[in-house]
């Protein structure tokens, strides 16, 4: 049953959603109506980040199973090195968002100056060693990543992955901040109120595998081979195969290919400021009908922060429904968090047997 506190925050989370209509917790059936029942008793309330897919009921399933088999479940590693993860991730990404809600996360969880290191996106400010190359690793730097006890690989590497994903859909369809509007003095109060809040909601720990029947069985692809014959890597390949098949519903095999190739090696020129004209360049061989939608998935998938209101009114205008809008921003996102995920695995080095994060 859920709580007084996530029946309360149901429309105050769901009105922070853009650009698509919010299904409602009333107006919830079928697939949305699980999840949402699932999300309120597992983390606490409805997330907007997971919340937002619920158009697409499928694509909703995706997304919390990313979320609760990397982020929320018991076993390794640690939920605070996860949170660490999550926002050094956020930050990378420039989603101020999820850098809000998983540094306060982590407040509530280790009341510990590292945490408002991580949170301020402040990696030289970490003292502990073991979360500061954390930190270092999940930012995506060449240098400073830790040596790694191979059970907790998988746990690293799949949050990183989940939040490559979140912070593009976020980016998209979420405003810059989670806080209500209030004045500046007010601010370190909410977010105390806040750390407290998501701390205690974090310490929850269900148990792993349970929605797994949300997604049919998909095997493991290679590029997601790291996750290994597991439930996580269940998870993930079966919600990779989900967002799959909406991807190819709604984008034709060139564009995909084309965003496919950005992913595994951008363009530096469209990460640059004044990128208008490299992406113009890189979309120069895609058929007008379908230049709009391969303008967002091209920015979800390299520079999400860039979505802007006419990216998406574009994509409109040529009669996108919140189901297709969601499933070019969602292939886009996993496409890239992919890839990430990929660069990742590969810069994690395994520690020998005895070391010790």
Partial sequence: MSSLFARVTRGITLAQIRHVTPVRHRAATGTVAAVYSRMEDEFGMLAPPVALHAAEPTLLA???LLVRETLLVAGEPPRPDREVVAAAVSAANRCPYCVEIHGAALRGLIRHPDAAAVAAGRIDGIAD????????????LDDGAPRCPAALR???????LTFHYLNRMVNV???ETPLPPAPRVALPRIRAVTSSVLGRFARRAPAPGAVLHLLPAAPVPADLGWAGDSVLGSA??????AIDRAGADVLSAPVR?????????PDPRLLALGAGPALEAALGGVPAAE??????????????WRVGDEVVAAVRRDGAADRDLLAIAAWAAFTAARAQGARLAASLPVATAGERP
């Fill in 257 to 265: 290919e084309l965003v496919r190739d950005q992913a595994y090696a």
């Fill in 173 to 175: 369809f979420l405003p």
């Fill in 129 to 140: 060693p073991w979360r500061a190359a954390l930190a270092r690793w999940a930012s995506g």
């Fill in 62 to 64: 995706a997304a919390w």
């Fill in 154 to 160: 998988p746990g690293l590497i799949g949050v990183a």
């Fill in 236 to 241: 993930l390949a079966r919600a990779g195969a």
């Fill in 291 to 304: 230049r709009a939608a391969a303008r967002l998935a091209l920015l979800v998938s390299v520079s999400s």
